[in-house]
């Protein structure tokens, strides 16, 4: 069964870091081009950072690019977002979820293409 699973989400103070995983069963990520994307309450679901395959590529939207830093570790099969300078306005339940294709193509806004895979979500809170 191919599962996607996020983890690492909390509650911090504004200026403060977290890190999430996405681990996988049932399948290696490092295979796979990887993003992540968050939900705002009461808003669309939106991109924030993507992973290609074998060349790692990167790939970050505007409102956290400076700041956020996703990375592969293959040997725990997990991909990683680094989240440093965390703002009030990147509360949200953060997903992973397998791309299908080119990282631009999930990442704009709005999004030309939707991932089919998603795990079920970490919620990350900035609040003071």
């Known amino acids: 069964q191919v599962q996607l699973v996020e983890s690492g989400g909390g509650l911090v103070q504004p200026g403060g870091s977290l890190r999430l995983s996405c681990t996988a069963s049932?399948?290696?990520?490092?295979?796979?081009?990887i993003g992540w994307f968050r939900q705002a309450p009461g808003k669309e679901r939106e991109g924030v950072s993507c992973?290609?395959?074998?060349?790692?590529?990167?790939y970050y939207t505007v409102p956290v690019k400076g700041r956020f830093t996703i990375s592969r570790d293959n040997a725990k099969n997990t991909v990683d977002l680094q989240m440093n300078a965390l703002k009030p306005e990147d509360t949200a339940v953060y997903y992973c979820?397998?791309?299908?294709?080119?990282?631009?193509?999930?990442?704009?806004?709005?999004?030309?293409?939707?991932?089919?895979?998603w795990g079920q979500g970490t919620q990350v809170t900035v609040s003071s």
């Open positions: 979820a397998i791309v299908g294709g080119p990282c631009s193509d999930y990442l704009s806004s709005p999004p030309m293409r939707v991932p089919g895979i």
């Open positions: 049932g399948f290696t990520l490092d295979k796979h081009t």
């Open positions: 992973i290609t395959t074998s060349a790692g590529s990167t």
